[in-house]
């Protein structure tokens, strides 16, 4: 199995800045993509950003420029630093992974959430 602990959420203010961190834990051969999906009250939850275990990123229209998502393979975490936030970014950040390990095999897994406040 694989526990997703995430931290780095909170109260800010519009044009604010936050780094959220996700580590992965657990008997894991590797990691292949490593997310951040967010969902405000009411809504649905959608992808924030993505990054492959290359490197290789992707983004959602609405925080492309403003959001940067990294990891550190070695320490088997994601971050997802989010400058000039909006209070549309309000929202529960789920960080989620996709991984190998010996129990299941191939398998997804989320975090618990964080939850990001914007004020105006």
């Known amino acids: 199995q694989v526990q997703l602990v995430e931290s780095g959420g909170g109260l800010v203010q519009a044009g604010g800045s936050l780094r959220l961190s996700c580590t992965a834990s657990?008997?894991?051969?590797?990691?292949?993509?490593m997310s951040w999906y967010r969902q405000p009250p009411g809504k649905q939850r959608d992808l924030v950003a993505g990054?492959?275990?290359?490197?290789?990123?992707n983004y959602a229209d609405s925080v492309r420029g403003r959001f940067t998502i990294s990891r550190d393979n070695a320490k088997k975490t994601v971050y997802l630093q989010m400058n000039s936030l909006k209070p549309e970014d309000t929202a529960v950040y789920y960080c989620?992974?996709?991984?190998?390990?010996?129990?299941?095999?191939?398998?997804?897994?989320w975090g618990q959430g964080t939850q990001v406040t914007v004020s105006s």
């Open positions: 657990g008997s894991i051969f590797s990691i292949d993509v």
């Open positions: 990054i492959t275990s290359g490197g290789r990123t």
């Open positions: 989620y992974c996709t991984a190998h390990t010996p129990s299941i095999g191939y398998a997804h897994y």
